[in-house]
């Protein structure tokens, strides 16, 4: 069965530090471009990060230079360090994948780990 | 930066056909994806490259993306159908979704 499992979250200080990982199971996680997403209890989704299969990655402009997405393709795993993380970074944080041989939409989630900034 | 906008809500009777726009600034230039989000559970595609279904999308879920507006079309809507629906598209190496509308089916 091809699925996404997100674990690492908790409860971290505002400028604290977490890692979040993300196991693929029943697909090659580096042969798909591999995204993280958010989202704020009752609102929308909002897109975290993106890795292409060749490496290539990209942030939006709020997270860029404190998140760091990765993956290791030996554990078949894709990763997201977030550094200096701020109360607006709560969310639930999903990962996902990209439509095969596409980039354009995502059609596996994981179920979501939950992330919480408060002192 | 790139904007989505949907309307916050859409109420359809059951049976009925049900449309949900995501305007954006030559969105129909970009392709458009949709997704379903029920009550503490994951998104899921329903609609991706403007009209395309997913394996085990009911057939009564389409798509269309002309201009600068996207839809998402559910004919004979069910109540299994009630939901918040997101539309997404790519902009310079930028991921965007719209606001979100809830689906309601009365």
């Known amino acids: 069965e091809v699925q996404l499992v997100e674990s690492g979250g908790g409860l971290v200080q505002p400028g604290g530090s977490l890692r979040l990982s993300c196991a693929a199971a029943?697909?090659?996680?580096?042969?798909?471009?591999m995204y993280w997403v958010r989202q704020v209890t009752g609102k929308g989704l909002e897109w975290v990060s993106a890795v292409g299969t060749a490496g290539d990655r990209y942030y939006p402009g709020s997270v860029r230079g404190r998140f760091t997405v990765s993956r290791e393709n030996a554990k078949n795993s894709l990763y997201l360090q977030m550094d200096s993380l701020r109360a607006g970074d709560t969310a639930v944080y999903y990962c996902?994948?990209?439509?095969?041989?596409?980039?354009?939409?995502?059609?596996?989630w994981g179920q979501g780990t939950m992330v919480t900034v408060s002192s | 930066s790139y904007e989505l906008t949907q309307p916050p809500s859409v109420s359809v009777s059951p049976g009925q056909t049900a449309s949900i726009t995501c305007s954006g600034n030559?969105?129909?230039?970009?392709?458009a994806s949709w997704y379903q989000q029920k009550p503490g559970q994951s998104p899921v595609l329903v609609i991706y490259q403007d009209t395309k279904r997913p394996s085990g999308i009911p057939e009564r879920f389409s798509g269309s993306n002309s201009g600068s507006t996207a839809t998402l079309t559910i004919s004979g809507t069910q109540a299994m159908d009630e939901a918040d629906y997101y539309c997404?598209?790519?902009?310079?190496?930028?991921?965007?979704f719209g606001g979100g509308t809830r689906l309601t089916v009365l």
């Open positions: 996902a994948r990209a439509v095969a041989a596409t980039h354009d939409a995502f059609d596996v």
């Open positions: 029943g697909f090659t996680l580096r042969t798909y471009d």
């Open positions: 997404q598209a790519w902009d310079s190496s930028t991921v965007v």
């Open positions: 030559n969105l129909g230039d970009k392709y």
